[in-house]
């Protein structure tokens, strides 16, 4: 199988990369008067519009308490909206305002960078790799929430 200092330096990497990749965002997310907990909200509405308060707890697995501090926050500060679900006036579907949207491009824009370069030099074989150890880190119940990327058209990049 593999040996513990192979095992070792693949954890190791993960805590280098996590830091580098979560840098930028960070400082960003400084001036903004934000956090951690801010962004993976702000992620993962902007990528799930109309996602529910119940579909973000199951997400981001953290406490109501905390996911209501953290969305008070950002609708108080008009980065998130909220509306009553169609469906189910009891639920609320979360969206992000301009102004959301305009903050998840800034913070998502240097982590998508810090991917191309990634990706563009170490090869779609490698990429492809690269993509099934992440899946098989991710517990199995999470996994069928994470779209496949698109198909590419001829020409494009």
């Known amino acids: ?28 997310l400084d001036r903004h008067g934000l956090g951690r907990a801010h962004h993976r909200a702000i992620y993962f509405i902007g990528r799930n519009p109309g996602t529910t308060v119940t579909e973000l707890l199951e997400i981001l697995r953290i406490t109501k308490q905390s996911l209501s501090r953290v969305l008070g926050h950002l609708v ?22 301009d102004k ?24 779609e074989e490698a990429v492809e790799g690269f993509r099934r150890v992440l899946t098989g880190i991710v517990n199995p119940e999470d996994r069928a929430r994470i779209r496949p990327p698109a198909i590419r058209g001829p020409g494009r990049s």
Not at 110 to 119: C, L, T
């Open 76 to 97: 108080e500060h008009g980065y998130v909206l909220q509306r009553a679900d169609p469906a189910d006036r009891r639920r609320k579907q979360l969206t992000l305002s």
């Open 100 to 123: 959301g949207k305009a903050l998840e491009h800034e913070l998502t824009s240097s982590q998508m960078d810090r991917f191309k370069r990634a990706y563009a030099d170490a090869g």
């Open 1 to 28: 199988m593999f040996r513990e200092e192979e095992l070792r330096q693949g954890i190791e990497l993960l805590f280098y990369a996590y830091r580098d990749f979560t840098g930028e965002p960070d400082a960003i």
